[in-house]
């Protein structure tokens, strides 16, 4: 019987992680907006488990689950890292210090310098860009199909390139960097900007705002690797390619942590409380 279950009630995604009989980790998650199902979840299936929480709605989550007892907080940010370093064990990447980027509704982006960490900064460019944007460019709502239609589009038109620009002129830079996300939309004169292409620009969008921001904070702190961890992350490769390649670009070295999202909730569950 589960004892322990972590969870990090996140701004768009509740995830939970916890050890089943076989002390192998168990991951889950619900929408935000459905509380309800989490307490369902957690009152048919591990009503005696003791609980941790974290995340930005972690107090709205308590006030949904009526506990007798009261449920333990950790600060996100702690427990972010500390699923970070469980990850990076486990996953056998030797990494001491890094720049880590967590893509979830919102970006945050923290310095990890052996055991200290701290936040650094962030953007509003995130995961809630892929799905807000996205459904204003194309009325598209479910994630998966967000995902799956950018994979089809082609930024051509959508974007600025730099070579575009320096069309005849000696390149003070490389070519094919983006010189304005979605520039292309008002100075290109070609009308063909399917839906396809407008979610691969979302992504190339927030790939490349985030990557740069961790880019100049790991030359500001003279880091090599920066880790790239958030549910915006799962299953999208697409935007893991953007990040990857404009990332070793720069000659940094990009890390992408299997298990997504699910850092907050590793390092709740692990947490001694
Ligand atoms: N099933 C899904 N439904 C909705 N969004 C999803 C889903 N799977 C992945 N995502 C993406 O993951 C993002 C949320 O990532 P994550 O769970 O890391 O953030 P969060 O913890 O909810 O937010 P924050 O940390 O900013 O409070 C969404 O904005 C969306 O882009
Ligand atoms: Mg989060």
């Known amino acids: 019987m589960t004892t322990r ?20 980790l168990k991951l889950k998650k619900f929408l935000s907006s459905d509380f309800h199902a989490v307490r369902d979840w957690i009152d048919s299936n591990h009503s005696l488990a003791s609980i941790c929480l974290t ?13 007798k007892n009261e449920i333990p907080y950790i600060v ?11 990850q990076l064990k486990q996953e056998k990447v030797s990494c001491s210090s ?10 945050s982006i923290h310095i990890m310098n052996g055991q200290v960490h701290s936040r650094i900064g962030g953007t509003g460019i995130g995961g809630g860009t ?4 996205g459904m204003a460019l194309t009325g598209i709502t479910n994630y998966l199909d967000i ?10 038109f959508i974007d600025v390139l730099v070579s575009d620009i320096y069309e005849k002129n000696k390149l003070p830079i490389k070519g094919s960097l983006t010189a304005s996300n979605f520039g292309g939309i008002a100075i290109k004169t070609q009308n063909e900007k399917s839906e396809p292409d407008l979610l691969a620009g979302v ?22 690797d920066i880790i790239f961890i958030g549910s915006t992350l799962e299953n999208n490769e697409l935007l893991q390619q953007v990040i990857e390649s404009y990332t070793l670009l720069k000659q940094k070295n990009p890390i992408f942590l299997k298990k997504h999202g699910y850092s907050g909730a590793i ?7």
């Open 76 to 86: 996100e940010f702690d427990a972010t890292m500390n699923g970070v370093m469980y």
């Open 98 to 107: 890094a720049v880590i980027a967590n893509i979830g509704t919102g970006t």
């Open 267 to 273: 390092g709740a569950l692990l947490e001694n409380v």
């Open 55 to 67: 995340g930005g709605r972690a107090e709205q989550l308590k006030d949904c689950l009526f506990s």
């Open 147 to 156: 995902i799956e239609t950018s994979k089809q589009g082609n930024r051509t």
């Open 5 to 24: 279950i972590g969870i990090d009630a996140g701004g768009t995604l509740t995830k939970i992680a916890y050890w089943n009989d076989e002390k192998k």
């Open 130 to 133: 892929l799905t807000g944007l």
């Open 203 to 224: 992504q190339g969008l927030i790939g490349e705002v985030v990557s740069s921001l961790c880019i100049q904070a790991a030359d500001a702190h003279g880091f090599e």
